[in-house]
């Protein structure tokens, strides 16, 4: 019997959230697994918590502090699940991904094909274009039944096994809500951890069609200053410059915040550019 814990962090998002776990309810049990889902609840004010006690009793529900946003919110219902149990496995969910049934199972197949991998999840819009998924040099993976390799992933749906967790450790608590994930990609990459993309889409996910406040030339200056070092601003700089230096150097991560203070005077040069996260 293999052991999954089902990883999810969550703020405000009541209808989204109970959607999500329902759609994993719908699949559980999965033959030959046991699974537990531990649930970060930051600081919602919308009865979020009280609902899914409610609706799913079984649910691990972690209490955070409403300053935890994705990437600390997941560490610690990660860091939770890894002190109850040695799993074999563990599951990034985020709760605006809507699975299609048997989505974990394939996941878990996947997974069990290559069992020290880290096996990543496409979604897809509702034009059926992939929204999010594994990344190879930036460019998003289209699922084309096998498994294919990639070197870093968006976090919206992550299988990661035992393995890869005990060589990597948790999510890097330097960020607070993005580039944790591309960044654990990149790590298990350079520790040559396999990373596969699986072979069919796994859910559902809208891409948000606006870009970071910061980066709207709508705004005044100031707006946008203020935006730009906020968890939401994806670029927020501390923050990428640690992402940009771990991964590429003190001068790749200079230039970048060289870019970023001409983008944020500059903001039109913007619009031709796409950015991974929403």
Request: neutral net charge.
């Amino acid at each position: 019997m293999g052991t999954l814990a089902i990883l999810l962090t969550v703020h405000d998002r009541k209808a989204k959230t109970i959607e999500c776990l329902k759609r994993v309810h719908d699949q559980l049990p999965i033959d030959g697994w046991e699974t537990d889902v531990y649930l970060t609840d930051d600081g919602c004010t919308d009865g979020t918590p009280e609902a899914v006690s409610e609706l799913f009793p079984l649910v691990n529900i972690i209490q955070g502090d409403g300053n935890l946003f994705w990437n600390r919110g997941m560490r610690l219902a990660w860091k939770t699940a890894a002190n109850t149990k040695d799993y074999d496995a563990y599951l990034w969910l985020n709760d605006d991904t809507n699975l299609l049934l048997n989505a974990i199972s394939v996941m878990i197949s996947a997974l069990e094909s290559e069992p020290d991998s880290i096996i990543v999840g496409s979604t897809a819009n509702k034009n059926n274009n992939i929204t999010y998924g594994g990344r190879l040099n930036c460019k998003l993976i289209l699922p084309n039944g096998e498994l294919q390799r990639c070197n870093t992933f968006n976090g919206n749906c992550v299988l990661v096994s035992r393995y890869a967790f005990s060589k990597i450790g948790n999510l890097d608590n330097a960020y607070s809500h993005s580039l944790g994930d591309i960044d654990y990609g990149l790590c298990a990459a350079r520790l040559d951890i396999k990373v596969y993309v699986a072979p069919v889409v796994i859910g559902y996910c809208e891409k948000n069609p606006l870009p970071p406040k910061w980066m709207r030339p709508e705004l005044s200056l100031h707006e946008r200053y203020k935006a730009l070092f906020t968890p939401l601003a994806y670029t927020n700089p501390p923050e990428y410059f640690h992402f940009k230096r771990k991964h590429w150097g003190v001068f790749t991560a200079c230039l970048a915040m060289c870019s970023i203070t001409l983008h944020l005077l500059a903001p039109k040069l913007w619009q031709n550019i796409k950015y991974t996260h929403g």
